[in-house]
């Protein structure tokens, strides 16, 4: 076992014991076992090197390396916890913890938050939503006039900045989940075999009917 253990860490950057891995997170021995055959398969679809780059993310993510994406490219940082530019072995399986449906709602949440918090400053800035929102647009393919994106923006964080300080901190954001739990549904996949199929989907899609504009994750 040993020996085996010894040949896998030559092979995958961050590798640590499945054991140890499963200790720290949501996932079984089993399933962190599963996700380091993912983990090869991605960190080698481009370069052979054992680690995923950022072009290999994208591939993940919309089967295209040279697509660009700001919220793909968010979640990537938050992933790369060393902040090395790369998403190592150990990395990988704890950031994708959080996507466990025995994962802690609360982890859930805060991984939302610094999605949209792009500056790192503690706060979901105005402008941080406008382009979040944008990111999203794009990648669902959806076309909106620049009065409707506006209107999504603004009602969104009207509602979100309770305090009326023109940010949304934690706190708020806490509350706004609560009050739209949808915000966070794809923060949840079911079964380890959606995470092998393909990366989580961040898609929050804006649901408009009328002129009443909302944000939901499925637009339902």
């Not at 954001?173 to 079911?190: D, E, G, H, Q, R």
Request: aromatic share 10%.
């Amino acid at each position: 076992m040993g020996c085996a253990s010894s040949k896998r860490s030559k092979q995958l950057h961050g590798y640590e014991d499945p054991s140890v891995l499963a200790a720290e997170t949501p996932f079984t021995v089993n399933e962190v076992e599963s996700l380091e055959e993912l983990y090869k398969k991605l960190s080698n679809s481009i370069i052979a090197d054992g680690l995923i780059h950022k072009e290999e993310f994208h591939l993940a993510l919309f089967k295209n390396r040279n697509q660009r994406n700001l919220f793909a490219d968010r979640v990537f940082d938050l992933f790369d916890l060393k902040r090395n530019g790369v998403i190592e072995f150990g990395e990988f399986v704890r950031s994708l913890g959080i996507f466990h449906p025995n994962a802690p709602v609360a982890g859930k949440i805060a991984f939302a938050f610094k999605l949209y918090d792009l500056r790192q400053t503690g706060f979901i800035e105005h402008e941080e939503l406008k382009e979040m929102v944008l990111a999203l647009l794009h990648e669902s393919e959806l076309v909106l006039s620049e009065d409707i994106v506006e209107m999504i923006v603004d009602k969104t964080f009207s509602e979100a900045d309770t305090k009326g300080d023109g940010k949304i901190d934690l706190e708020e954001w806490k509350a706004f989940v609560s009050k739209y739990p949808s915000l966070i549904k794809n923060m949840t996949l079911p079964y380890l075999k959606d995470i092998s199929i393909a990366f989580p989907s961040f898609v929050v899609l804006p649901e408009i009917e009328d002129s009443d504009v909302s944000v939901s994750v499925n637009g339902d």
